[in-house]
């Protein structure tokens, strides 16, 4: 299926000499971050990734062609054309025939990532079960590439808009260990910490490093999804998001969105109700995930 890819050339000389790479992706700048919030937040996590001495591979699609490790013309292009698709795998194949301009999710990035040796990937909050999956089986596709694809994943968890139980519970049902740096829950996107107990809490990155060697040596083909909350000082109380979420969902219904489309307007109603409050989270926590990721990734090359 994927029949084009066009790699960096930084990029596949890291991967070459096993040099530490972190994936990011795409989506977010697209459909989840409005401009130019969205351009900032792609060169920052650049930078985080860059400063901690890990190479960074942004992907999208830039007129039907797959590229890993996005320039600063091709980011411009995903953070301000009007209609840039968001790919997942039932239509990845599509924007390349139609040669579009199209925006990776987590679940498209891992499986790129993935097929070109990359380990690491850093991301804002997966996907998954959404709330009234019961009815109509919304469920993130996320969920199913992270059970295909042995990808080392830093996130804030999944986005507080969806059915975190559920989420939680179906990550364990697909054998994705979940851990976190700092923490005994999974974090909750936008608050600090769910109610749900992660299956370890680490406290420093070398022993993070220590476990994914035996991750990458063990009969093992989904992705471990590593944790880390929010900036502090950037949290949103839980009572108060909870309230945000629902009016949002409500205003969904009423409009009748649904699909792919559900989660880039849940998260942009609740920057609106939030006054913004929820977009500086957003911001901070992703720029936040992909200098932890590469931090991971350089000590995992060492090791
Ligand atoms: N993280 C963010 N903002 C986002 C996303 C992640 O901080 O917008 C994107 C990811 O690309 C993820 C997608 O794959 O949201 C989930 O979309 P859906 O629920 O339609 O699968
Ligand atoms: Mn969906």
New binding site residues.
């Given amino acids: 299926m994927l029949s084009k890819f066009k790699i960096d050339t930084k990029v596949s000389n890291a991967i070459n000499d096993g040099k530490a790479v972190v994936a990011l ?1 795409s ?2 700048i697209s ?3 409005p401009y130019p919030a969205n351009i900032k937040v792609a060169n920052d996590s650049i930078k985080a990734v860059e400063e901690s001495g890990s190479v960074a591979a942004t992907i999208g699609i830039i007129k039907g062609e797959i590229k890993i490790g996005l320039n600063d013309e091709d980011l411009e292009i995903l953070a301000t054309s009007k209609n840039v698709e968001k790919v ?1 795998l039932h239509n990845i194949a599509l924007s390349i025939y139609e040669k579009k301009n199209a925006a990776t ?3 498209t990035s891992i499986n790129i990532a993935s097929k070109i040796g990359i380990n690491f990937f850093a ?5 998954g079960v ?1 709330l009234g999956a019961e009815k109509n089986s919304d469920v ?3 969920l199913t590439e992270l059970s295909n694809n042995k990808m080392f994943v830093i996130s804030s968890g999944a ?1 507080s808009i969806l059915d975190l139980e559920k989420t939680f519970e179906k990550l364990e049902t697909l054998g994705i260990p979940r851990i976190a740096y700092n923490s005994d829950f999974m974090p909750g996107f936008w608050y600090e910490e769910t109610n749900f107990k992660v299956d370890k809490n680490f406290k420093n990155i070398t022993d993070i490093a220590k476990y994914l060697k035996i991750i990458e040596n063990f009969h093992h083909k989904s992705s471990v999804l590593i944790f880390n909350k929010v900036p502090k000082e950037k949290a949103i109380d839980k009572n108060l998001i909870q309230n945000w979420i629902e009016l949002s969902i409500d205003r969904a219904k009423e409009l009748d969105i649904a699909g ?1 489309d ?3 307007f849940l ?1 942009s109603e609740i920057n609106s109700l939030s006054q913004n409050k929820s977009l500086d989270a ?1 911001t901070a ?2 720029v936040n995930n992909a200098l932890l990721a590469g931090k991971i990734a350089k000590n995992f090359s060492l090791v």
């Fill in positions: 992706e989506t977010l459909h989840g971050l997942s999710t987590v679940a991301t804002g909050g997966i996907g959404h993130s596709a996320d986005k792919k559900l989660t880039p998260i957003n926590l992703i």
